[in-house]
């Protein structure tokens, strides 16, 4: 069974910077295009950074410059490094395949913004 954890939301000053983390167990990351996705409330999920299995990287446009993704193969896990965050990144952020997978979907991690 296919378990993603996602850790490391909280609750930031704009400008400030997280780092979430995402655990997976049941399977090999190294082997999956993996993508870092986020929630808002009352809009859809979108997809806000991606890596593949050769570490071609890709980010939506809003994140780019701010939002650094990452994987550590050896510990199967993947990281997305947020940084100068403004209030409009708040949402609920999600780890998956890439594109996702339905029954993958984990709880995510909230991220506010908010002074």
């Known amino acids: 069974q296919v378990t993603f954890v996602e850790s490391g939301g909280g609750l930031v000053q704009p400008g400030g910077s997280l780092r979430l983390s995402c655990t997976a167990s049941?399977?090999?990351?190294?082997?999956?295009?993996l993508g870092w996705y986020r929630q808002a409330p009352g809009k859809e999920r979108e997809l806000v950074a991606g890596?593949?299995?050769?570490?071609?990287?890709i980010y939506e446009d809003s994140v780019k410059g701010r939002f650094t993704i990452s994987r550590d193969n050896a510990k199967n896990k993947m990281y997305l490094q947020m940084n100068s965050l403004k209030p409009e990144d708040t949402a609920v952020y999600f780890c998956?395949?890439?594109?996702?997978?339905?029954?993958?979907w984990g709880q995510g991690t909230q991220v506010t913004v908010s002074s």
């Open positions: 998956n395949t890439n594109p996702g997978t339905r029954r993958f």
């Open positions: 049941g399977m090999a990351l190294s082997r999956f295009s």
């Open positions: 890596i593949n299995n050769a570490d071609i990287i």
